[in-house]
């Protein structure tokens, strides 16, 4: 009798290994600094551990509730009340999740029928699309304007169509690090109000906004509001990355569909993770120091770039800093950051990934959720290009 595989049909046949897992895996091949993948050098506050701890020695170790620890949902409804001035009910429109990839694929699922479109913003993270794919719809990629990575209403004005289930935003932004500003959540607010269309809004990088300014949430806009699931981390918020803990804000109505995906998908979260961090959170301090804890990274790298061959981009949000290469190399930008990693010892990543057609506009990404050592590590290699 022989043995037989039987062959698969690809449910997502475009999909191979993430840009992240490979230069990653380049970086630690060839010693460099690892600048791309956006996960933090440093751990998180011994407090939160000693918190997870305790949870763990007072016996939660067990299923949590599916939707979340109690505990964990009213300190995250209090969080956003306090911060964005928007109430939620505990019971009915939190859910806690497996990190916010996992959130995002459950309100895909939850909402997107077969042939549904869904708007997503170029360059956007890569696992929206497919996404879109397992839940049968189709995704529609409008440009944010090249440069500025600014959105272009009119273009997703012409994007809507009857078919038009949701649209994704995603602010502060991976990867050009820009955020939106009251005014284009206002525009996005006027455009979808006569509509039925469905907002997931991606905000895991709330608490980094720099330079004075506020995070305009989806929940700070109550015709937003009423229509989006809002997404956050407890990874990237307390450099946790590795817990993959989220949260997913809602009106019930779309929560309770919501969470008849997510207790087929998830059922629950690390019960002790979530005891923890609704222990941790009581303080506001460490959330409400993270832009400045962050922007002095971001300054930090700036400076040691000033004068560099490198043209920085504005940089308004999250831990990333988006650089203009043209001056330095002809190269594509694929190929630069695997020339980078291999010659000059500091890993980076081509925005292109984030673009469905590989839009190339000579642009590379650098995660600054590093330690000051392997900035100025970095900073010293990157100012001899």
Same mark, same amino acid.
């Given at each position: 009798m022989t043995e037989r595989t039987p062959a698969l049909v690809s449910r997502l046949p475009q999909v191979g290994t993430t840009i992240f897992s490979v230069m990653s895996a380049l970086a630690a091949q060839c010693g460099a600094v690892n600048l791309g993948q956006g996960f933090p050098?440093?751990?998180?506050?011994?407090?939160?551990?000693?918190?997870?701890?305790?949870?763990? &020695?007072?016996?939660?170790?067990? %299923? @949590?509730?599916?939707?979340?620890?109690? @505990?964990?949902?009213?300190?995250?409804?209090?969080? /956003?009340?306090?911060?964005?001035? &928007?109430?939620?009910?505990?019971?009915?429109? /939190?859910?806690?999740?497996?990190? !916010?990839?996992?959130?995002?694929l459950t309100a895909i699922l939850a909402i997107v029928h077969p042939g549904d479109e869904v708007i997503v913003l170029d360059p956007c993270y890569d696992s929206y699309v497919p996404n879109i794919a397992l839940a049968g719809g189709v995704a529609v990629r409008v440009p944010l304007t090249p440069g500025t990575f600014r959105p272009d209403f009119d273009k997703i004005s012409a994007a809507i169509t009857p078919r038009t289930r949701a649209i994704i935003i995603n602010s502060p932004h991976n990867p050009?690090?820009?955020?939106?500003?009251?005014?284009?959540? &206002?525009?996005?607010?006027?455009?979808? @109000?006569?509509?039925? /269309?469905?907002?997931?809004?991606?905000?895991? %990088?709330? $608490?980094?906004?720099?330079?004075?300014?506020? $995070?305009?949430?989806? !929940?700070?806009?109550?015709?937003?509001?009423? &229509?989006?699931?809002?997404?956050?981390?407890?990874?990237?918020?307390?450099?946790?990355?590795?817990?993959?803990?989220?949260t997913v804000a809602a009106p019930a109505p779309l929560m309770a569909e919501f969470r008849k995906v997510h207790q087929f998908n998830v059922f629950s979260v690390n019960t002790p993770m979530q005891h923890g961090l609704a222990h941790y959170l009581q303080d506001p301090a460490p959330y409400l120091q993270l832009s400045a804890f962050y922007q002095a990274k971001r300054d930090l790298f700036r400076q040691g770039l000033e004068g560099s061959r490198l043209r920085l981009l504005p940089a308004t949000g999250t831990y990333f800093q988006c650089v203009d290469i043209s001056a330095v190399s002809d190269l594509s930008e694929a190929d630069f950051c695997q020339w980078l990693t291999r010659e000059v010892g500091v890993a980076a990543i081509p925005l292109s990934a984030f673009y469905g057609d590989g839009f190339d506009q000579r642009v590379v990404r650098f995660c600054f959720a590093k330690q000051d050592d392997t900035l100025r590590a970095a900073i010293e290699r990157l100012r001899k290009l």
């Open positions: 050098d440093f751990d998180c506050d011994s407090a939160l551990l000693d918190a997870v701890g305790q949870a763990m &020695r007072a016996g939660h170790n067990q %299923y @949590a509730p599916m939707a979340g620890v109690p @505990a964990l949902r009213q300190a995250v409804a209090t969080k /956003i009340e306090a911060t964005h001035a &928007r109430p939620y009910c505990t019971e009915a429109e /939190i859910t806690i999740t497996a990190g !916010a990839t996992q959130a995002i050009s690090a820009t955020t939106w500003s009251e005014g284009d959540m &206002r525009q996005l607010q006027d455009l979808l @109000a006569h509509t039925d /269309i469905l907002l997931i809004s991606d905000e895991v %990088y709330e $608490h980094m906004v720099f330079d004075g300014a506020t $995070h305009q949430s989806a !929940a700070r806009f109550d015709g937003l509001a009423a &229509r989006a699931f809002i997404v956050s981390s407890f990874g990237k918020t307390f450099h946790v990355t590795g817990w993959k803990v989220g």
